[in-house]
Structure formats: C-alpha cells, structure tokens
C-alpha cells in the first residue's frame, strides 16, 4: 500500500506538464552513464538528464535544484545539515514518506566577472523504492546565469549513502561521469568577434568547501570563416590550467577539438557549456558553462 501510495504521489507530479517542449540538447563523458535528453518526471520537455539507459529523465530545474531549494529555504536541522523530503516533493509524497531523509543537499554561489553560477550538490540517502525513480546518486548541477543551461558531474551511490552528514558524493569512483544540458540550443552561429563568455569549471565538488573552475573564453566566428574558434583558460587553486587549444565552433553551434572538449552554444550563442577531457583519468574531467559577457 505505501508503494502504491508513493507511485501515486510521484505521478502527481507529472499532473502540471508543460505543453510546450523545450528542445534539448546536451553531452556528457559517458553517455551510457548519463544523458542530455527532454525531461518527462517532475516536468516535461525541459533540459533534463536520465541514469544508466533509464526511460525516466528527470527535469533539472522541476527536479533536484527545486526540491533541494525548498528543503534549503525550510532551514537546516539540528545537527547543521539541510535534508531532502517527501514534501518538498509534493504533499502527497511528505504524507508518505513523512520524515524520512531522501538526500543531503546544499546550494553554493560562484561569484566571477559579475556573474553568479549557482551550484546544487544532491547525496543520494536512500534507494528509490520504484524502478522508475532516478537512482541519482551523488549528482551536482551549475546552472548558467540567464539561461536553462546546466552542467555538473554524477557519481553512482557510494558505500557511505546512508551516513547522516557527508560531503563524499563519490566523485572518486571510476564511473564519475561529467556532463551538460539546456535548452535552446544555437543551430546557426551569429557572426562573433572576440565574444567574451565568463566560465565556471565544476570537478570533484566539495559542496562544504567550494574549489571552482573559472575563466574568459573567447569565441570568434564567421560564415566561411578560417579561424573559427574558442579560446582561453580555466583555472583554480590548486590544479593545472585547462587550455582551449585548436577548440573549433562549428556552424550547427557545437563546438570541439580533436579529443578532450566538446560543447555546445545556447540562446543566440548567449551562452555555452562542454565537458574537457585532458587529465588522466574520468576523476580529472571538467564541465563548464557561462554566460557571454
């Protein structure tokens, strides 16, 4: 009866689908892992990604960076930890879930050349009692200022998901997959001269101590042109800087090089985001996003 009872709270939530689709589109290191695709659980048709070849696609924004909004403005508990419910769900499902911890969650703010990338960190606390429910494991998502874009990394659920307060989202594991989703994408690139796009980097994650990427990359393009391209650097504290070398634009507004970038313009060439594949191993890989300046 509670698992009937919890299919029916989730599938309220599909009750205030949007009617119109957004058109989607993403990348990630291992596809087979995590995928870019419209969302069809907690809203419909928007930037949204799925976990290890499932047919449910959650919907960022209606997702994970909502509910975790709510249980954060609902406050920390005693012990200092913001926790997800069933309610900030939706009621029926804080009726059956009541108390129960779904997941740990956090929000930081990366403040860089005036722009601020919001950055939600979810810890996965339980096993989805549905097999249609995300098994999300250790998922963190920045979102592009102005723009339905995304990008993070996923890790599956570590052998400590059931600790009380843990900021180990499992990004060791050798499945740590970096990836990027949003919504209207650039299918014809304007003319660009030197467009300036502030970048933030996200790799391995502390949501308790926060180690960013940033940076300016510089896009030019022109129809025809031979110096199409996507310039500049990431750096932080503490790590090698990642360089944008012989990254190429195309005109269908992708972009990539020979191996380790790839990515994707949005909104007019408004914004961007891409994964970078340079380090030595999945644990060393970058996604990124910003907004043109």
């Given at each position: 009866m509670r698992t009937q009872a919890l299919a029916l709270a989730i599938a309220t939530s599909l009750l205030s689908?949007?009617?119109?689709?957004?058109?989607?589109?993403?990348?990630?290191?291992?596809?087979?892992?995590?995928?870019?695709?419209?969302?069809?659980?907690?809203?419909?048709?928007?930037?949204?990604?799925?976990?290890?070849?499932?047919?449910?696609?959650?919907?960022?924004?209606?997702?994970?960076?909502?509910q975790a909004n709510k249980a954060i403005?609902?406050?920390?508990?005693?012990?200092?930890?913001?926790?997800?419910?069933?309610?900030?769900?939706?009621?029926?499902?804080?009726?059956?879930?009541?108390?129960?911890?779904?997941?740990?969650?956090?929000?930081?703010?990366?403040?860089?050349?005036?722009?601020?990338?919001?950055?939600n960190s979810v810890r996965q606390m339980i096993v989805p009692p549905l097999p249609f429910m995300p098994d999300f494991g250790g998922l963190v998502i920045g979102k592009v200022e102005g723009s339905a874009v995304y990008f993070g990394e996923w890790a599956p659920?570590?052998?400590?998901?059931?600790?009380?307060?843990?900021?180990?989202?499992?990004?060791?594991?050798?499945?740590?997959?970096?990836?990027?989703?949003?919504?209207?994408?650039?299918?014809?690139?304007?003319?660009?001269?030197?467009?300036k796009y502030n970048v933030v980097g996200i790799n391995q994650h502390n949501p308790e101590n926060p180690n960013a990427y940033t940076g300016v990359l510089t896009a030019n393009y022109a129809v025809g042109g031979s110096?199409?391209?996507?310039?500049?650097?990431?750096?932080?504290?503490?790590?090698?800087s990642l360089g944008f070398d012989n990254v190429v634009i195309n005109h269908n507004g992708t972009f990539g090089n020979a191996g380790n970038v790839s990515g994707q313009f949005y909104n007019n060439a408004g914004a961007l985001a891409g994964i970078h594949r340079a380090g030595a191993g999945v644990q060393d890989d970058v996604a990124f996003g910003g907004a043109r300046q």
């Open positions: 689908l949007s009617s119109v689709a957004a058109t989607v589109t993403g990348g990630s290191s291992d596809a087979g892992k995590v995928a870019a695709k419209q969302s069809n659980l907690f809203g419909s048709g928007n930037a949204g990604l799925s976990f290890n070849g499932s047919s449910t696609v959650i919907d960022l924004a209606g997702g994970p960076v909502g403005a609902r406050g920390p508990e005693s012990n200092g930890k913001t926790y997800l419910k069933g309610k900030d769900v939706n009621f029926l499902a804080g009726v059956v879930l009541g108390d129960t911890r779904i997941a740990q969650v956090w929000k930081n703010n990366v403040s860089f050349n005036g722009d601020t990338t919001t950055i659920k570590g052998a400590n998901y059931t600790d009380v307060a843990s900021t180990d989202l499992n990004m060791g594991s050798s499945s740590r997959t970096v990836w990027f989703s949003g919504e209207n994408p650039t299918t014809s690139m304007p003319n660009l001269v030197n467009a110096n199409n391209r996507l310039t500049g650097n990431l750096d932080r504290s503490g790590s090698a």
